[in-house]
């Protein structure tokens, strides 16, 4: 049984905890070399000091000098100096604020950076900085996503039903699969639209292509050898991932007849092939 005096101690020392403010620790910056070449990157305390303590070492040779004649004082002139000479981009996190200072046209591809950060994410705020000009550039961190964006008005609503359908015969599987472009024809559509049931035995069979940025199975929504110019054929195997909405032109298969006759059943292979 709780007695009078430490119900009444209990309750200021609850009111006592609502009272006082509640002061946020400001998020310490965490500081990140990008090598811009090889795209190696490591993490370094105070990007100033870590310069300073390291002129000696091979990846900083090209700012050596200039490193030895300068101070802590000096962070400013040590960044754009170590930037500009030697492949590097420095990348300032503090929490959901991303900065990276570069040279001129020297930025990283940022996008295996960013991933295996956690960083593709729309409600990341990136300022781009280039010590060159001072000229930033704010993005967000969506924007280092490997692939394409799918346009708004992209079916990928129809595309998952279909792919969670694959193993299914629908009624509707002789319609064309929207937007396709193989480069062939079947009966019964317009030359190169590939009907849903080629489409559903391609999704059977394939390997699946795996999305750069979620590392899940993406969609198949186009394959074949369609005109991409007035004198030439190309591949055009295209995915999409469900779930960061990214299209990817995938590695040209060279061989797409042999493609087909390993992933297309015989009675959905196409009739003809598009001169
Ligand atoms: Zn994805």
Redesign the pocket.
């Known amino acids: 049984m709780i007695n009078r005096r430490e119900f009444l101690q209990s309750t200021s020392a609850i009111g006592v905890s609502c009272i006082l403010p509640q002061i946020p620790v400001p998020p310490a910056a965490n500081f990140q070399l990008i090598q811009t070449e090889t795209l190696t990157s490591w993490s370094v305390t105070d990007p100033v000091e870590w310069s300073l303590q390291n002129a000696d070492q091979p990846i900083l040779a090209r700012a050596a000098d200039r490193l030895g004649k300068l101070t802590k004082e000096d962070d400013q002139r040590i960044v754009r100096l170590v930037v500009r000479r030697c492949g590097l981009n420095l990348v300032e996190i503090k929490s959901n604020q991303v900065t990276v200072h570069y040279w001129s046209d020297q930025l990283a591809d940022l996008r295996p950076f960013f991933k295996s950060s956690g960083l593709a994410s729309p409600d990341v705020q990136v300022t781009l900085v280039n010590r060159k000009t001072e000229a930033t550039a704010h993005k967000t961190g969506d924007e280092f996503?490997f692939?394409k964006r799918v346009a708004q008005d992209f079916p990928m609503e129809q595309f998952t039903s279909k792919w969670l359908n694959r193993f299914l015969v629908k009624s509707d599987d002789h319609q064309a699969v929207p937007g396709s472009n193989s480069g062939f024809a079947w009966d019964g559509l317009e030359d190169g639209e590939i009907p849903w049931a080629a489409m559903k035995s391609a999704w059977r069979r394939m390997q699946p292509i795996i999305?750069?940025?979620?590392d899940?199975p993406?969609i198949l929504v186009n394959f074949g050898l369609p005109r991409v110019s007035f004198f030439r054929h190309a591949p055009r195997f295209i995915s999409v991932?469900p779930?960061?909405q990214?299209s990817f032109l995938d590695d040209p298969i060279t061989d797409v007849g042999g493609w087909m006759e390993a992933n297309l059943d015989e009675d959905v292979r196409p009739r003809f092939e598009i001169d």
């Open positions: 996503r692939g999305c750069l940025n979620c899940q993406n991932c779930t960061c990214r």
